[in-house]
């Protein structure tokens, strides 16, 4: 059996700014089973790309080539920031890679000179963090 500790390091941990038609595929999927994707939005295939791009930093958690959990910030990037749409693939949950994606993103947008750090999150998730 594999233990969290050898599942976190396993596991790699990408920004991306242009995601692959795949890498699109696969943070779609991730929106639907949060049940933050509505069937509209299917009608915009470019809106993966459009979050992406408008978001300050998006991270990409990744296993065996997967996408299994993802979280983005969005800034004004001078100040303030706030984190969003934080999620770990239901299989994987409950083995520290959430707290490690939002600490990466933290780190991040303590790097790029912003302080104040929010979150906006779904009511009833707030045992999640």
Do not use: N
């Not at 780190?107 to 929010?118: F, K, N, S, V």
């Amino acid at each position: 059996m594999v233990s969290s500790d050898e599942e976190l390091e396993s596991v790699q941990y990408r920004f991306i700014t242009r995601p692959s038609p795949e890498e699109t595929d696969q943070i779609r999927a991730l929106y639907k089973a949060e049940g933050w994707w509505a069937a509209r939005d299917d009608e915009s295939p470019d809106l993966i790309s459009r979050i992406i791009h408008g978001s300050h930093c998006f991270l990409i958690a990744l296993s065996g080539g997967r996408i299994i959990g993802m979280a983005r910030a969005v800034s004004d990037r001078t100040s303030d920031a706030y984190l969003q749409d934080v999620t770990v693939a239901a299989g994987r949950r409950g083995k520290g890679l959430g707290s490690e994606i939002v600490q990466r993103i933290v780190a991040r947008l303590h790097e790029d000179g912003l302080q104040w750090i929010g979150l906006i999150a779904e009511r009833g998730s707030h045992p999640f963090y």
